[in-house]
């Protein structure tokens, strides 16, 4: 099993509508969740921390569920512009920096 | 600032040849990572530095993969000698405690 696994997509979403991602993690010891994002032949770069009570950013929202060992994403009224590559990692605890990252879930938003 | 700086930008080789990927970390980031992606494995960490100091390089491929951090604003990475299979985007990544933070990545492609 991959210690991070996503579902590939592609999804393709109408403009407006509402979109949630899963990540999967099988490290029970991780202690530290990020989702990244990625344009297309482009680096990827932070999106939003996931924090254990869960936190919101704009449109955007990210939980973290420890007994099942998963995080997600969910925006809310998407634009054309959040048509990319959504990468989840994983941190270990200990200030550790090694972060394992996802193979990232494809979003296409369609107008 | 002007972030992480990567060079070359592209690279095509012949297998066989010694390829030298070069990066430059922001200023004051204590840990430095090299990552390769493809579309077959994501995103893979090959490397990690902390105070110019190898922590982890279990994602190193194999003998062919060398890395270096001389100082705490350079770091490099060897490939020799290149395979076509070495094809993909190598990324270059400083950080702080949390959030990674990528350069505009190498595109490598060997013949």
């Known amino acids: 099993r991959k210690e991070v696994e996503q579902d590939p997509g592609p999804f393709n979403v109408p403009e407006g509508a509402t979109v949630a991602f899963n990540c999967t993690y099988s490290?029970?010891?991780?202690?530290?969740f990020f989702w990244y994002r990625q344009d297309c032949r482009k680096e990827p770069k932070l999106l939003m921390s996931v924090y254990s009570s869960g936190n919101e950013d704009g449109r955007f929202t990210a939980q973290l569920n420890r007994a099942s060992q998963y995080i997600s994403l969910l925006i809310r009224d998407s634009k054309l512009s959040d048509s990319a590559t959504y990468l989840c990692?994983?941190?270990?605890?200990?200030?550790?920096?090694?972060?394992?990252f996802g193979t990232g879930t494809k979003l296409q938003v369609i107008p | 600032d002007a972030g992480v700086i990567q060079s070359p930008r592209h690279e095509v080789t012949e297998m066989g040849q010694e390829v030298t990927l070069r990066c430059k970390p922001i200023?004051?980031?204590?840990?430095l990572f090299w990552y390769r992606q493809t579309m077959m494995r994501g995103l893979e960490l090959l490397i990690y530095f902390n105070n110019n100091v190898p922590i982890d390089d279990s994602g190193m491929p194999e003998d062919r993969f060398s890395a270096k951090m001389p100082n705490a604003s350079f770091s490099t990475l060897k490939i020799q000698p290149s395979e076509p299979r070495d094809s993909a985007v190598y990324f270059c990544?400083?950080?702080?405690?949390?959030?990674?933070?990528f350069g505009p990545g190498t595109r490598l492609t060997v013949l």
């Open positions: 200023s004051g980031h204590n840990s």
């Open positions: 490290n029970s010891a991780s202690q530290s």
């Open positions: 990692a994983v941190n270990r605890a200990g200030g550790y920096q090694k972060v394992t």
């Open positions: 990544a400083s950080g702080g405690q949390r959030e990674q933070f």
